[in-house]
C-alpha cells in the first residue's frame, strides 16, 4: 500500500498543505473547526506528520549549526557535543557541524555558511571570529551563541570557563605547596588569528604577581610524534629546572605525564605536574587538573539557542563559569633542595 503522504490528506480534506501541517502542529492561524476536520482526515488515513512537510510550513530547518575550531574527537568538543544533544533531541532538533581545525577549512566555512540558510541558530566555540567573519555571522540572521569564544561581538549570548581564574587557581595551589619554579606547556599552534591564549596570558601574569621564576614557556601537540619529548626534554636540560609543570589541557599534561615518566622523574617527588580540562582519562589517571563542566556547558548554550529561536531575550548576554580545582597524584610538595 502507498504511503500517505500530506498532499494525500490536503486534498481529503478540501485545503492546502500549508494549512494541513499548521493544523496538525497546532499553529496558529487555523480555524478549529477547519483543525478538527484536518485531524480526523489524517486520522481516517492513517497520516504521520513529517518533520519536512512541517518545516515547510514554519520556515524551521530544525537544526542547530556547530562551528567548532576544536578536534571533533577532543574530549572538550565530544562533552561539549554531548550536552548538547541532551537538550536538542527531545525538543525534535538535530545538530549540522561544521569544524575550522586549519585556515583551509575556516576560509571554506565561512565563505559558505551565509549562503547556506540551512540550519536556524549557530553556536560558535573555540575560536574568536575576524571582523569580516563577524559580519558574515551577522549577515546570517539567526540567532549566535558563543561557548569559549573571547571577544564575539556577534553572538546573542556566551557562555565560557574563566581561563584566568582557572590557571591563576593551578598556580596559586602549586605555589602554596612550596614550588616556585614553573614552565608552561602549551598547544602547538602557527595559525594566526584563533584569538587570545588566555591561559597563557594568566600564568605569565601569575608569574609575576606571585614573584615566582619562569623557567620557560614550551609547545607541544600530543598527536605529533616526538612533540611532547621535546619539549619535557628541553625542561628537564634547563640549568636550573622546574619543580613543577602547567599544561594548557589534560592532553598536553596526559602527554607529559608518559615522558616524564619515560625519563625516570618521580611524581609529584620530583615534579608536580596541573593539566586543564578535567576529562575523565585525566581523573581516571590521577592527573591534578582545572577542570570545566563542558558537557553542562553544551546544555546551556542549547537552551540559550532554543530560548533566542522562541523571542526570549537572555537575562545576562555573557556567562563566565569558574573553573574547579581536582587535585591527583601528580602535584605536591616541593622538593626540599630544590
Known amino acids: 500500500m502507498p504511503k500517505v503522504t500530506i498532499k494525500d490528506v490536503a486534498r481529503e480534506s478540501g485545503v492546502s498543505t500549508y494549512t494541513v501541517s499548521r493544523a496538525l502542529r497546532g499553529l496558529d492561524h487555523?480555524?478549529?473547526?477547519?483543525?478538527?476536520?484536518?485531524?480526523?482526515?489524517?486520522?481516517?488515513?492513517?497520516?504521520?506528520?513529517?518533520?519536512?512537510?512541517?518545516?515547510?510550513?514554519?520556515?524551521?530547518?530544525?537544526?542547530?549549526?556547530?562551528l567548532m575550531r576544536e578536534k571533533i574527537s577532543g574530549w572538550f568538543a565530544g562533552e561539549l557535543?554531548?550536552?548538547?544533544?541532551?537538550?536538542?533531541?527531545?525538543?525534535?532538533?538535530?545538530?549540522?557541524?561544521?569544524?575550522?581545525?586549519?585556515?583551509?577549512?575556516?576560509?571554506?566555512?565561512?565563505?559558505?555558511?551565509?549562503?547556506?540558510?540551512?540550519?536556524?541558530?549557530?553556536?560558535?566555540?573555540?575560536?574568536?571570529?575576524?571582523?569580516?567573519?563577524?559580519?558574515?555571522?551577522?549577515r546570517l540572521g539567526i540567532p549566535i551563541v558563543a561557548v569559549n569564544s573571547s571577544d564575539i561581538d556577534s553572538a546573542d549570548f556566551s557562555l565560557a570557563i574563566d581561563d584566568v581564574q582557572g590557571e591563576t587557581l593551578a598556580i596559586r595551589y602549586l605555589a602554596s605547596l612550596g614550588h616556585r619554579r614553573f614552565?608552561?606547556?602549551g598547544r602547538l599552534d602557527p595559525?594566526?588569528?584563533?584569538?587570545?591564549?588566555?591561559?597563557?596570558?594568566?600564568?605569565?601574569?601569575?608569574?609575576?604577581?606571585?614573584?615566582l621564576t619562569d623557567c620557560g614557556i614550551f609547545q607541544a601537540d600530543p598527536d605529533l610524534q616526538g612533540s611532547t619529548a621535546t619539549a619535557i626534554a628541553?625542561?628537564?636540560?634547563?640549568?636550573?629546572?622546574?619543580?613543577?609543570?602547567?599544561?594548557?589541557?589534560?592532553?598536553?599534561?596526559?602527554?607529559?605525564l608518559s615522558e616524564l615518566?619515560?625519563?625516570?622523574?618521580?611524581?609529584?617527588?620530583?615534579?608536580?605536574?596541573?593539566?586543564?580540562?578535567g576529562s575523565s582519562v585525566a581523573k581516571n589517571l590521577g592527573l591534578t587538573t582545572i577542570s570545566q563542566p563542558a558537557r553542562e556547558m553544551g546544555r546551556k548554550a542549547a537552551r540559550a539557542a532554543l530560548d533566542l529561536l522562541n523571542g526570549e531575550t537572555p537575562a545576562e548576554r555573557k556567562l563566565v563559569i569558574p573553573a574547579q580545582l581536582t587535585p591527583g597524584t601528580t602535584t605536591g610538595p616541593a622538593p626540599k633542595h630544590a
Not at 478538527?36 to 486520522?43: C, D, G, P, W
Not at 628541553?234 to 607529559?256: G, V
Request: charged share 20%; proline share 4%; hydrophobic share 40%.
Open 81 to 138: 557535543l554531548d550536552g548538547l544533544y541532551d537538550v536538542l533531541e527531545s525538543e525534535g532538533y538535530n545538530l549540522l557541524i561544521y569544524r575550522a581545525g586549519n585556515l583551509h577549512e575556516r576560509s571554506s566555512v565561512f565563505s559558505t555558511l551565509p549562503t547556506d540558510h540551512n540550519a536556524d541558530a549557530l553556536i560558535v566555540t573555540g575560536f574568536s571570529p575576524s571582523t569580516t567573519e563577524q559580519e558574515m555571522l551577522t
Open 30 to 66: 487555523v480555524s478549529e473547526a477547519t483543525r478538527a476536520h484536518v485531524i480526523a482526515t489524517a486520522q481516517r488515513l492513517n497520516y504521520v506528520i513529517s518533520r519536512s512537510a512541517s518545516d515547510l510550513a514554519t520556515g524551521s530547518t530544525h537544526r542547530i549549526a556547530v
Open 191 to 211: 595559525l594566526p588569528t584563533w584569538g587570545r591564549e588566555l591561559r597563557l596570558e594568566a600564568y605569565q601574569q601569575a608569574m609575576k604577581d606571585l614573584n
Open 234 to 256: 628541553s625542561m628537564l636540560a634547563a640549568p636550573t629546572p622546574p619543580t613543577a609543570i602547567c599544561a594548557w589541557a589534560d592532553s598536553h599534561a596526559l602527554a607529559a
Open 183 to 185: 614552565c608552561y606547556l
Open 261 to 277: 615518566q619515560r625519563n625516570g622523574v618521580r611524581l609529584p617527588e620530583r615534579m608536580s605536574l596541573i593539566g586543564f580540562d
